[in-house]
């Protein structure tokens, strides 16, 4: 078990060129999550897949962003015409099981710096 | 709707010293409470969770019991240690939700 890995780490872009992040969660967990996290605050929540189905948006995830998981398995975030508002650290994670007890793991985050 | 509130910081203690961070919630329905620390440039680690009122959550050292008289979650240890420094968060997700409520995180910083 290598725990949730998302790619890369760190990304520094042009004001409107898009970017993608993927993440690989632990393997047999079928719910997967795409939080946002701004210096200073806690994460908020973006989107969220069971299996390879989309079951949930935030508000915060506007028609810029784009959510995949096409087989169940991996994930990616694209970001399409980048603004300097979308500077932060997007989180993956990953949890087994529909029990809202079940523990959710994050990865190391995507550090995004958008100049 | 859900919320999380947790105590400002930044929080600086001595080697050995105890800790509390405070968390309290809103919720509609009965959450699971969550801490989670993030170490420096590092990602979320969840620490330690209780599921139902007066639940006990513990782990290295820390502790927290799920007060739903009081709504509060409070986090505790009885003995820092400089490793311990680290961005502590509280989080709640209602039963049958999907997403974590965060609070905006505590940064503590122990002092040798």
């Known amino acids: 078990d290598t725990g949730v890995s998302q790619n890369p780490r760190h990304k520094i872009t042009k004001r409107g060129q898009n970017v993608t992040f993927r993440c690989d969660p632990i393997s047999e967990h079928n719910r997967l999550y795409w939080y946002r996290q701004t210096l200073g605050q806690g994460p908020e929540f973006l989107t969220y897949?069971?299996?390879?189905?989309?079951?949930?948006k935030s508000r915060l995830l506007s028609d810029r962003f784009s959510a995949e998981r096409p087989k169940g398995s991996f994930s990616t975030l694209e970001i399409q015409r980048t603004e300097q508002g979308d500077s932060a650290m997007y989180l993956c994670?990953?949890?087994?099981?529909?029990?809202?007890?079940?523990?959710?793991?994050f990865g190391e985050g995507s550090w995004l710096t958008v100049v | 709707g859900d919320s999380v509130t947790q105590m400002e910081g930044p929080v600086t203690l001595s080697e050995e010293a105890f800790l509390t961070i405070n968390c309290t919630y809103t919720a509609t329905g009965y959450p699971s409470l969550f801490w989670y620390v993030q170490y420096p440039g590092e990602g979320l680690q969840l620490l330690l969770k209780a599921t139902k009122a007066d639940d006990k959550g513990s782990n290295k050292g820390f502790e927290a019991t799920y007060r739903k008289e009081t709504t509060s979650f409070h986090l505790e240890k009885g003995s820092v240690q400089v490793s311990d420094s680290a961005v502590y968060f509280c989080a709640l997700i209602e039963t049958g939700a999907n997403n974590l409520f965060f609070g905006t995180g505590t940064r503590l910083t122990v002092i040798p």
């Open positions: 994670a990953s949890s087994l099981g529909a029990n809202s007890g079940n523990t959710i793991y």
């Open positions: 897949f069971q299996n390879e189905a989309q079951l949930e």
